[in-house]
């Protein structure tokens, strides 16, 4: 089964839903990616629509934007 | 186990949102509530923390906005 891909960006709004998440779903199923450690994968978040942080790129592509943590370009600082 | 509250109002961002949600969740943990057909339950929303829908109200009390689809001042129109 495709992953779902959890981003963030360590900010307390992305923590608490992380923890959320991986209680809601099953955390095998979910990859996490902390955006302000691998700003590599800015770019493949951008690209499957991610505009903020926390959110979550479900395996049929769409963004579930889950609360507000920061925005893009806050994490590109 | 207490169950999740799924809060929608029948728009396209809500149900787009639920099909995801109980694609990677347990249907059965989920309770969904459309509250613009059971408006009695809208208090209930905001006494929870609800500010927007889709949202979903974790069995620990968290509230998870997920994208935006309309105000709770939308809802009760």
Do not use: R, W
Not at 14 to 27: F, K, Y
């Amino acid at each position: 089964m495709k992953k779902s891909v959890f981003y963030h960006a360590g900010c307390p709004v992305c923590v608490s839903a992380e923890q959320e998440i991986l209680q809601l779903m099953d955390p095998a199923s979910v990859e996490v990616i902390h955006l302000g450690e691998e700003k590599s994968k800015i770019a493949n978040a951008e690209s499957a629509g991610v505009k903020s942080v926390p959110a979550l790129v479900t395996p049929t592509g769409n963004v579930l934007h889950i609360n507000y943590g920061a925005s893009m370009a806050d994490v590109k600082q």
